[in-house]
């Protein structure tokens, strides 16, 4: 299967911990977008990440979340101090990224995270 | 910057009737529209996207949309629902530095 991989599916966490949150784009693709959707809502966008960059990191939370998506291996999603506030789907999404910009986004299945 | 709204948070229809999920968007510039599909515990599969080439889109599983700009909508169609559309749908807008804004979403549920 080539498609977007995320890991894990499933991630529990107590308050105060660290999550980590994967994502391997579809080969050939260099466009990672992160998004989140709570209970009954829309998908937000976080972060939009290419190799070694953050481009857009408008939608992420100031304090304790961080992205990077690094020259070799996969997009890490990184929450510090959890609280339950985080509880949430996690969405990766990738694209090639070319000109014209309508590629479209692809998307993996999501790691739901809980926070105990 | 660019919205989108979907009217109806849930809709039911009977198998095999017409199935229309209404979206319309909000955007200063030719908009790029997608409509997603979303089964329980999946993420969004692509159903259908509209980039200005022609106003009516065909995508997967017999879904079609068609883009209004006099009525700002970009609507979901299916002739014939079935029991397998039941899902939630939701439409997007491309913004700027590719990231998509989305609709609070529409579950549909296909009575037998």
């Known amino acids: 299967n080539a498609g977007v991989m995320q890991n894990p599916r499933h991630l529990v966490r107590r308050r105060g911990q660290e999550a980590r949150l994967r994502c391997s784009p579809m080969?050939?693709?260099?466009?990672v977008y992160w998004y989140r959707q709570l209970p009954e809502e829309g998908l937000k966008f976080m972060v939009y990440?290419?190799?070694?960059?953050?481009?857009?990191e408008s939608g992420m939370p100031k304090e304790r979340f961080s992205a990077e998506f690094p020259k070799e291996g996969p997009s890490i999603l990184r929450i510090q101090q959890v609280v339950r506030g985080d509880s949430a789907a996690y969405f990766c999404a990738s694209s090639i990224g070319q000109a014209p910009s309508n590629q479209p986004q692809h998307f993996g299945d999501g790691t739901r995270l809980s926070i105990l | 910057a660019q919205s989108v709204t979907q009217l109806g948070s849930h809709v039911s229809v009977s198998e095999g009737a017409l199935v229309l999920l209404r979206c319309n968007y909000s955007?200063?510039?030719?908009?790029?529209l997608f409509w997603y599909v979303q089964y329980p515990n999946q993420g969004l599969q692509l159903l259908l996207k509209y980039t200005s080439a022609a106003t009516l889109v065909k995508g997967i599983n017999g879904f079609e949309a068609e883009f209004k700009k006099s009525e700002t909508s970009f609507h979901l169609t299916k002739p014939s629902a079935h029991m397998s559309d039941a899902a939630e749908y939701f439409c997007a807008v491309l913004g700027g530095n590719e990231k998509l804004t989305f609709g609070t979403g529409t579950r549909l549920t296909i009575i037998p």
């Open positions: 080969k050939g693709h260099s466009h």
């Open positions: 990440l290419q190799k070694e960059n953050i481009i857009d």
């Open positions: 955007s200063s510039v030719p908009p790029y």
